[in-house]
């Protein structure tokens, strides 16, 4: 009987490959592909039909993306976790959701190894081995790009001209390119010098700010417990929402970070990422929890949170740690329901009202007029304990 291999499969260049690079250099075996499909454009159809062309003896396309955003992307959102206060880990987020995929699929097909094709000096090798380890730590790993003789994108196209498969790449526009529902990122051609401004034809869906409309465009989200659940007052199922914010930030050109991150692997890289729906509800969620969160907890949940993006981005979803600050986030989010309204504006996001019923903020009490819960005479108190350490401290280096 014919060993299975479980092949994450996109269809692009590394992975299109992998299948008959499997067939010519492991005997008696079956490659099975599996996409996830997390949001990315492409049409599915084509994924598929590419998959067996290539020589998978079977091909699953499963859409995956209402689990992404209510799995992976909601938690980010309520935490607003981001990688080094920057990244606002797109490809991290997906990443466990389609292990997970894969690992299924295994078991469905009583596959002993699953095969990826991250490359080694990536951080994706990482998400996907770990996740597999946490779900079943039996799965045995094929990992090609440490293996092969294949040693850049440019010997890879040339295998795949020479085994007639078809690509959207070429040696000339050879950027590597991540899509999904929350993000896209694009690496590798010339902003890998960090000395090139990067061009706006890198973009793959948002506008450009300086070519976004003249016109500003108000629009109002509404959250439930940190979650958001409306546009514009029409409630709408998860993954829509996303789409429909998405298109906002698109059209205004909202969402885009050009990056010099470290990877986990221990060196540095430069990315250019579009997130243009994530870039505004992050943003949005923001201003509500401000008006609704607590000073303490609120200052906590910033440092948990920054740690929260080093484990997504280190793939480690299913950790103890992750759960348990999860656990937190989710806590700390009771409150956070009501509505924002913002401004959206050639790639800027303008604050423009707070509607809750949660609101810490008490006019009366933050204005400068009087109130009754306020006195200012009370502040020369709390300033004179306050300050008893410095007056302390000054009055020992007076000794001296």
Known sequence: MKEKVVLAYSGGLDTSIIIPWLKENYEDIDVIAVCGNVGQEDKMEDVYNKALESGASKAYVDDISEEFVTTTIFEAIKSEAKYENKYLLGTSLARPIIAKKLVEIAH???????CHGCTGKGNDQVRFEATIAALDPSIKIIAPWRIWDIKSREDAIDYA???????NVTKKKIYSVDANLWHVSTEGGDIEHLENEHKKDVYKEIVDPMDAPDECEYIEI???KGEPVTLNDEKLPPVELVKKINELGKKHGIGIIDIVENRLVGMKSRGIYETPGG???YEAHNILESATLDK????????VSYKLGELIYNGLWYSK???????FINETQKNVTGKVRIRLYKGAIKPAGIFTDNALYDEGISSFGDSELYDHKDAEGFINIFTLPLKIDAMRKNRD
């Open 222 to 224: 509404g959250f439930e």
């Open 296 to 303: 303490d907890t609120m200052h906590f949940k910033h440092m």
């Open 108 to 114: 469905k097909e009583g596959a002993k190894y699953i």
């Open 321 to 327: 740690l992750r759960e348990s600050i999860s656990a």
């Open 279 to 281: 870039t505004i509800l």
């Open 161 to 167: 001209e020479k085994h007639n498969i078809k690509l």
